[in-house]
């Protein structure tokens, strides 16, 4: 079977580092994705990771281990504006994405 | 009309009525896609379309229909709205169905009593 899990919630200091987990299961897979949702608006698309490893894009960072199962989403110098959900999906076989069902970052001043 | 729009943006329905929510992209996506959020859980694929013409059904097609005449226009119908019906959908798009980014609409908050 497939699925995938995150924590429900998490809660972090602005200026500081936080790194969100996301852990899955599937026998076909085509990529590990992150996407922000602040609350009431659509989400939209942080990074993308096929390959193991870290992709940095300006204060976020993504990593993948496709042995594991795993990715995570690190966040640095964190800003008020970063409080948003956080969504990590993996797009399976049949090119459709399999979604957890989100981190809830709350940012503390 | 500047990525991907959908109307309306909210909607209270009475069961047994028929629904649909409209969706327009005009970045000439072959694929697109409806989703269901429901608190708790993650984004659900209802349906999908590779490319107009086509379309497919996702993790929780019941109860929902699609089609696909054209490319920019992809509308999702509830022929007998039920109460467990409520919730956000939000359509999106891709270039490709393999594409790494989908794009997404602002969302219809649907309410069936």
């Known amino acids: 079977g497939q699925n995938i899990d995150q924590p429900t919630e998490m809660t972090a200091t602005e200026g500081a580092i936080v790194q969100i987990n996301c852990t899955y299961q599937?026998?076909?897979?085509?990529?590990l994705f992150w996407y922000q949702q602040h609350a009431g608006e659509a989400p939209t698309f942080l990074s993308y990771?096929?390959l193991d490893g870290l992709e940095e894009k300006g204060r976020f960072s993504s990593f993948l281990s496709r042995s594991k199962g795993y990715s995570y989403l690190l966040l640095k110098e964190l800003q008020m504006k970063d409080s948003a959900s956080y969504l990590c999906?993996?797009?399976?076989?049949?090119?459709?994405?399999?979604w957890g069902a989100g981190t809830k970052l709350i940012i503390k001043p | 009309i500047a990525g991907i729009t959908q109307a309306p943006t909210s909607q209270i329905l009475a069961a047994g009525r028929r629904m649909t929510l409209r969706c327009t992209q005009d970045?000439?996506?072959?694929?697109m896609y409806w989703y269901r959020q429901d608190l708790g859980l993650g984004l659900r694929l209802i349906h999908y379309?590779?490319?107009?013409?086509?379309?497919g059904k996702g993790e929780v097609p019941d109860g929902y229909s699609v089609s696909r005449a054209n490319t920019d226009d992809f509308p999702l119908t509830l022929a007998s709205a039920v109460p467990s019906q409520t919730s956000v959908y939000f359509c999106?798009?891709?270039?490709?169905?393999?594409?790494?980014?989908?794009?997404f609409g602002p969302g219809t908050r649907l309410t069936v009593l």
């Open positions: 999106a798009s891709s270039a490709e169905p393999d594409y790494n980014e989908q794009f």
């Open positions: 970045m000439r996506h072959n694929a």
């Open positions: 379309s590779n490319t107009a013409g086509t379309t």
């Open positions: 599937t026998s076909g897979f085509n990529g």
């Open positions: 990771n096929v």
């Open positions: 999906a993996f797009m399976d076989s049949n090119y459709q994405l399999i």
